[in-house]
């Protein structure tokens, strides 16, 4: 089992809130209730006289320079400010106030009064992209980013010789990430220097940003952080408030701690996807898929951050697991009055896949042919690897008709497809749906370095320090099995740290699915390194040329060869793999819905994912889970919804729907094995697999419940009012009303 769970189940973990940092005092920002409107004043005399409160402090009074855009090739005129004399999303900072206590720095941040001048709201995306209402005036428009391709190029329209040509208008909707713990910071400085602790994905990537707000060398940042309750992606990078209560604890030399309310961590914690798509799809009646195209308008929020660069990620996967003779692709990423958009879970991967997966159901159902033979016919071969797609990325390895094989013998599809028949025969109220989700995604796609160092200590004990950085992945039971297996020492003995920025020179964090194949790499590396010194030292003890390991040294333990040395053996590694991987997977769905009422029933889920060589089964079954379980919640439950005025309809997890084990079957997992050439290890990344597969597998089986109602497509998430209009109005057009 996983080597983290026993302290975690019992003594229980030690997150941001829980740390001990004697003299804090505690900070609690003013957040503004407009979407878009001109601070013209703020009136903190009150809260100043408060008790308890140390200071209050306004925009005009911190020192510090906007957030830029990152990456580069975002509008650089768009820069977040630390805190804004224009508020351009409800929750964005104006004030903060620092006090003795929390309730203290609570009560007086509600005592600051506030003027504002109101401005024009625009949350639309399509009615943003018109500029008429301008969010970054020195912009002089709302597009953060743009980007286009065509393959191949120059040879006529991307549907010549299309016999039929199918188009879609489809919402990937905004999801809050929701992780158990919200943000919290700490800051400390003693001799010039910062300490700070953070709820973070990778304590150097928070180092260096840190320093470069706070205009100091990355070597004047220690960054900390302990357990971290979930993040999935939006936890990549700090926020203005960690910038900033960095920069409190220098000016009142003081140290300082912030923790957000879950109603703050709804509206300030980055949010994912939202992208609007045009998907159009061509071929032949006999099933062959011949030109592709999306069209993207993607939401970035009120500031651009990584979330409106993540349509390149969208372009990246645009053809999929499929032979596609030609596509192309247009996306525009617009800034609106809504929290800003980050990375989450899959980052532009689950948006590329529900596009083209539901785009090939829609495609099958117009040429009546059935998805399942679809996909088999128009699927990579797997003597076609490496494979070179349109969007000139090469997939290492993989067979994809073999999973999409194995997934409906797991399933039973035949059996399904009785059963669905014997139902809509019977016109009974709860109908039967059966989806389908062949994807393929990026793992590491950066390739960024990895760093990890492992020594042997003289009770024969290891340690092993590494720069990436776990929030429930398992990297301290996958990295301590790495390193026991190559030191023949039992993964029990074997401590895995991580969370300081002091103890590796670098690290590339966690993200992206990198872990294993970056990080574990560096592991066995290094543990590898430790192995050659130690026989060295051994060989050179016992008078010979050289000794063979057997889990000792020719009659030395490691205790022994440590006492030669007469210091623990180390060795530190870093690693930086040549290329991408490429995990994939098949996925089934299978659903009822009530007519009548519109209520959706996920009854079964079978996955097949294949992510390379397996090091641990326990720990990869266990990221198919969570991944599937938020690509279920995005399919049927969860959507930050905003008013025309930007004011939050669903800021509060009243409102906002997150998946529960009561609406989650027993999931059938299922995994395959093509190990990648790319590393030594084999090994793909698995974290995002179910978050890229399960949203569309789950739609299309909504959809394929009422196809025989004339619905043709619903709209994630598949919530009871939309499935029950859309059988209304299939209805309404059947019966000639809406001709």
Request: proline share 5%; with cysteine.
């Amino acid at each position: 089992m996983r080597l983290e769970d026993h302290r975690l189940l019992t003594a229980g973990g030690s997150y941001l809130d829980d740390l001990p940092l004697p003299g804090a005092a505690h900070v609690v920002f003013v957040r503004s209730a407009h979407a878009h409107a001109r601070v013209t004043d703020v009136d903190a005399a009150a809260a100043a006289a408060m008790p308890g409160v140390l200071a209050v402090r306004r925009a005009a009074e911190v020192d510090l320079a906007p957030l830029a855009p990152d990456p580069p090739m975002l509008n650089q005129a768009m820069a977040q400010p630390i805190l804004t004399e224009v508020a351009r999303f409800a929750g964005e900072p104006v004030a903060v106030v620092v006090a003795e206590t929390r309730a203290q720095a609570g009560r007086a941040a509600a005592a600051v009064r506030v003027n504002y001048e109101p401005l024009p709201v625009v949350t639309d995306p399509a009615r943003a992209a018109g500029d008429e209402v301008l969010l970054h005036a020195e912009a002089g428009t709302n597009v953060a980013f743009k980007l286009a391709f065509a393959r191949p190029a120059g040879r006529g329209d991307t549907f010549d010789g299309c016999e039929v040509v199918v188009a879609q208008e489809m919402d990937n909707q905004r999801l809050a990430p929701c992780p158990l713990e919200v943000r919290a910071g700490a800051a400390r400085w003693e001799g010039g220097r910062l300490t700070y602790w953070g709820s973070t994905q990778g304590v150097h990537l928070w180092r260096a940003a840190l320093a470069k707000s706070l205009g100091v060398d990355a070597a004047e940042v220690r960054v900390l952080s302990p357990d971290v309750g979930g993040a999935f992606g939006a936890k990549g990078l700090p926020y203005p408030e960690d910038v900033l209560v960095a920069w409190l604890a220098r000016a009142l030399d003081r140290p300082l701690r912030w923790a957000e309310t879950r109603t703050e961590s709804m509206v300030g914690l980055g949010h994912g996807r939202a992208q609007r798509q045009l998907v159009e799809i061509g071929g032949t009646r006999d099933g062959r898929i011949l030109g592709y195209r999306l069209t993207v308008l993607q939401d970035c929020g009120a500031y651009p951050r990584i979330g409106a660069f993540l349509p390149y990620a969208t372009r990246t996967m645009l053809t999929g697991v499929y032979r596609i003779e030609r596509a192309k692709f247009t996306a525009s990423s617009v800034v609106t009055n809504t929290t800003p958009v980050v990375a989450y879970r899959g980052a532009g991967q689950p948006e590329a896949t529900g596009a083209l997966e539901r785009a090939v159901d829609l495609f099958a159902a117009e040429i009546g042919m059935d998805p399942a033979e679809v996909r088999r016919r128009n699927l990579i071969p797997p003597d076609a690897f490496p494979h070179r797609t349109l969007t000139r990325v090469t997939y290492d390895a993989g067979d994809y008709p073999a999973a999409l094989e194995r997934v409906l013998q797991a399933a039973g599809y035949e059996r399904l497809r009785e059963e669905q028949r014997a139902r809509r025969a019977g016109g009974g109220v709860r109908q039967l749906g059966v989806g389908l989700s062949v994807f393929v995604k990026v793992s590491n796609a950066d390739t960024r370095p990895e760093h990890a160092r492992v020594e042997v200590r003289a009770d024969g004990t290891a340690e092993v320090t590494c720069g990436t950085f776990a929030h429930g992945q398992g990297h301290v039971t996958a990295y301590a099995a790495l390193a026991g297996q190559r030191l023949g020492i039992a993964r029990e003995l074997v401590e895995v740290r991580q969370g300081d920025s002091d103890e590796l020179a670098e690290g590339g964090g966690t993200g992206g699915s990198r872990s294993l194949q970056t990080g574990g790499v560096a592991v066995s590396r290094a543990a590898q390194a430790v192995l050659d010194r130690a026989r060295e030292l051994a060989a050179k003890e016992l008078g010979v040329e050289s000794v063979e390991f057997d889990g000792g040294f020719g009659g030395l333990t490691w205790s022994d060869v440590v006492a030669v040395n007469g210091a623990p053996i180390s060795a530190e590694v870093s690693y930086q793999a040549s290329a991408a991987t490429f995990p994939y997977g098949a996925y089934l769905a299978v659903v009822e819905v009530d007519t009548e009422t519109g209520r959706v029933w996920l009854r079964r889920m079978v996955t097949v994912d294949d992510a390379g060589r397996i090091l641990d089964p326990v720990l990869a079954e266990g990221q198919v889970h969570g991944g599937v379980a938020q690509g279920v919640a995005q399919a049927l439950f969860e959507h930050m919804r905003y008013d025309e005025q930007g004011r939050p309809l669903t800021g509060t997890l009243a409102d906002y729907l997150c998946v529960s084990p009561a609406e989650l079957p027993s999931l059938e997992t299922i995994l395959m094995e093509t190990p990648t050439p790319v590393n030594e290890l084999g090994a793909k990344g698995i974290a995002e697999s179910g978050a890229v597969g399960a949203p569309a597998a789950v739609q299309n089986a909504v959809v394929d419940a009422l196809a025989h109602l004339g619905v043709h497509h619903v709209d994630l998430p598949a919530t009871p009012e939309r499935v029950w209009r859309a059988i209304a109005q299939a209805g309404r057009t059947v019966s000639g009303t809406d001709a």
